[in-house]
């Protein structure tokens, strides 16, 4: 058992209280452990801590446009991957017809977030209806497939020889930001029963240790008349998504978090009230986050904290360097009285390997977007 040293310390001109009331024409700084889950300090700066004016090296922060990916690839296992690690691979895929496969990932659970379309979603469990903004959680050793009603663009992250699992609500309880009445599993209904075929040949699809193996069939495997039991594939929508809100105090992202693993976390931001507060910060904080590497997927809205950021787009903040929001957001923050932006996050406690194919589709001045918040504040 370990246990993380414990004894607040306070040094010159510092806020008895994170995130509100900074002293004077300072910029706050919060350098955590543990992602947001651990001990942290906050520096308070005279200059805002992402003023950089040059930056040589690869750890920088990057951002990636994935309508850019070439997405028309016929199985969902050659779709490009942009981000991997040892405990998670982020892909990127467009699904356009039914799929005439079986797919099967035998490395981990995958977890769907559709970005565009709608359609249906048949595995081992039965069937799912699926939309624009739904999660769709597969457990490991499943048999699935999709038949889009229109294109599907969905992103794929494989919880490498782990499961998806919720998260602790603690104090706010097990019914907070969603109640997992409103998850939908997957049902053996009409629909389902209406797909099963005793005499097509359909081949399943295996992904097991990155290798894949292809099984043939003489009928359709997903042929269950019906099953009980805990584990199942699973349905959530952000819209039924109802965040922790503060009017005085701006929570971390680890409020905000959807989905646990071991080594990684989900969080989820959907629309809420900014806060009321007038001493409190209304944008993200700048933070060091040590621990974690940052990624963020932008499915819809106006991103308030980041400047010319588009839905599609996903930046990733390599950890180990200060980042936060941009400078015109941080000096209209406050003008807005709620937010309208649904974005994915994935913190990762293993650092990622960048692919060949999310270096093609980088915006390589990302970086140098936050330089005009360099001054001191007024």
């Not at 930056?55 to 490009?80: E, I, Y």
């Not at 209304?282 to 963020?296: A, L, Q």
Request: proline letters at 7%; aromatic letters at 12%; one cysteine or more.
């Amino acid at each position: 058992m370990r246990r993380w040293f414990q004894f607040p310390l306070k040094q010159g001109q510092a806020s008895s209280q994170a995130h509100c009331n900074l002293p004077e024409n300072s910029y706050e700084r919060e350098c955590g452990r543990d992602g947001f889950f651990g001990p942290a300090s906050h520096m308070y700066h005279r200059h805002m801590p992402t003023g950089w004016t040059q930056w040589q090296g690869p750890h920088r922060p990057k951002a990636f446009d994935t309508f850019k990916l070439d997405l028309t690839a016929d199985s969902v296992w050659d779709a490009p991957i942009l981000l991997q690690n040892a405990a998670l691979k982020l892909r990127f895929w467009q699904c356009n017809q039914a799929m005439p496969y079986l797919a099967r990932n035998g490395d981990g659970d995958e977890m769907l977030f559709i970005h565009q379309g709608r359609g249906d979603l048949f595995c081992d469990y039965g069937h799912l209806s699926y939309q624009e903004g739904d999660y769709l959680l597969i457990p490991r050793g499943t048999n699935w497939r999709i038949e889009p009603q229109n294109t599907t663009l969905l992103m794929l992250i494989e919880a490498t020889r782990d499961s998806y699992q919720l998260p602790d609500r603690g104090l706010v309880g097990q019914h907070a930001i969603f109640d997992p009445g409103v998850l939908v599993p997957a049902a053996i209904n009409s629909t389902f029963i209406a797909q099963q075929d005793d005499h097509q040949v359909w081949q399943v699809k295996l992904k097991a240790r990155d290798q894949i193996n292809v099984i043939t069939y003489p009928y359709n495997p997903l042929d269950a008349v019906g099953w009980k039991g805990e584990v199942t594939a699973l349905k959530l929508n952000w819209r039924d998504i109802r965040p922790l809100m503060s009017h005085r105090y701006h929570l971390p992202p680890s409020a905000h978090s959807t989905f646990v693993c071991r080594d990684f976390v989900i969080c989820t931001f959907v629309p809420r009230p900014i806060e009321q507060d007038p001493d409190a910060l209304k944008v993200p904080f700048f933070h060091n986050n040590d621990d974690y590497d940052e990624v963020i997927f932008y499915h819809q809205g106006n991103f308030f904290s980041r400047d010319n950021i588009d839905a599609g787009m996903v930046t990733f903040h390599p950890c180990g360097f200060t980042h936060g929001p941009h400078p015109k957001a941080y000096q209209h923050q406050g003008e807005k009285a709620a937010t309208d932006e649904v974005a994915v996050m994935i913190d990762s406690r293993v650092p990622f390997d960048v692919t060949d194919a999310a270096t093609k589709v980088e915006n390589t001045s990302y970086w140098a977007s936050w330089q005009s918040g360099a001054t001191k504040p007024e």
